[in-house]
């Protein structure tokens, strides 16, 4: 998280002038603005200083300097101001104006976490849930996380669900689990709507409901997720929660497969080889059948070897049967029997 749009509560002392340099500001007159603020935050107005250790961090007005912009932040922050201490924290953290420093990001983000700053407390739990600057230490990224949780933060509502879906920082409890991502999942967190489409879909931690599971994998489905989509396709391929539907089921499986989602590619073989929602059209189920083989996909290799051996929708071929039949065991395909391959029938090891 870089340094983040700042907010302004100026004193009375220089008011008119910092009026008439956030007015140029505004107007696109970036130097203006900075010539009004420079005197200001001289004097120690911590907005002054706030807003030109970000034009310095921008280069809005005055050349790019990410070490003057650290120098005006550590100005505020040393006034005690939250948004300053976040910022310094930030540049620690990137190596902007100074050498990176995590142990010193850290410092600086309790300093502003500690007085309620969201984004800092949010960075604090991304630091002990990777160990990045400190000890990796989960109910330490719970705690935090939560803290930010609790001011509306989308991100660290589903990293909370996470974690009480896993048991990772804190007991299991996939009620709590639920309620998190819910509250992800209505701000537009899509991994937060795939996973309420998961337990609603599964009855973990809320009551079985297919139709609930449809709406919040369309929902993520709709924000481009390929595992939503196929999820969406398999609903309507099955009639669950939904009334049965191949063509919907094709749709939301070419959605998908267009992102390489394997399991998609893969109906799509059967669909197009069985005739199911659609024509049978051996070829296409040929093309579905390789794209999810090329993508390690076991189960449609074997397929591959079944349609050229039985001549199913493509001219039979039992060398090109073999090929895939060899390819289907060297992804670890274990099911069929022996009579279903033509290596064994021909002697030939695989």
């Keep these: 998280m ?27 007159d970036f130097k203006t603005g ?9 004097k120690g107005n911590v907005a002054a200083q706030l807003k030109l250790g970000q034009m310095y961090e921008q280069g809005s007005g005055v050349e790019k300097n990410y070490t003057s912009a650290l120098s005006w932040y550590k100005k505020a922050a040393d006034q005690g101001n939250a948004e300053a201490q976040f910022n310094v924290g930030t540049m620690y953290d990137q190596g902007k104006g100074i050498a990176a420093d995590k142990g010193q990001a850290v410092l600086w983000y309790k300093k502003a976490a500690a007085q309620g700053y969201l984004n800092a407390q949010y960075n604090l739990g991304v630091v ?15 705690a935090w996380y939560s803290k930010a ?29 639920a309620m998190w991502y819910l509250k992800a999942a209505e701000q537009g967190k899509v991994e937060a709507q795939y996973n309420l489409g998961i337990m609603y879909r599964d009855g973990e931690g809320v009551a079985k409901d297919g139709a609930t599971a449809l709406s919040w994998f369309k929902k993520a489905g709709d924000q481009g997720d390929p595992s939503a989509q196929f999820n969406v396709g398999a609903m309507y391929a099955d009639g669950d929660g939904v009334k049965q539907d191949d063509g919907q089921a094709i749709g939301w499986f070419l959605k998908a497969a267009a992102q390489n989602d394997v399991e998609a590619e893969y109906n799509l073989g059967v669909m197009f080889r069985d005739g199911e929602g659609i024509d049978k059209n051996g070829p296409k189920a040929i093309y579905w ?10 189960d449609a290799a074997y397929n591959l070897g079944m349609m050229y051996r039985d001549g199913d929708g493509v001219p039979s071929d039992s060398a090109k049967a073999l090929e895939w039949f060899r390819k289907a065991k060297r992804l670890g395909y274990e099911g069929g029997s022996d009579k279903d391959d033509p290596s064994n029938e021909q002697g030939i090891p695989i």
């Design 34 to 42: 900075a010539d009004y603020w420079r005197p200001l935050a001289n």
């Design 149 to 177: 949780a609790q001011q509306g933060d989308m991100d660290a509502q589903f990293n909370v669900g996470t974690m009480y879906d896993q048991g990772d920082g804190t007991d299991k409890d996939k009620r709590k689990a």
């Design 2 to 28: 870089g340094a983040v749009a700042l907010l302004f509560a100026l004193a009375s002392t220089g008011t008119a002038h910092a009026d008439v340099g956030r007015n140029s500001y505004d107007r696109g």
């Design 289 to 298: 059948f390789e794209r999810a083989a090329a993508h390690r996909y076991a």
């Design 128 to 142: 002990y849930d990777t160990g990045e600057g400190a000890l990796k230490d989960k109910p330490q990224a719970f």
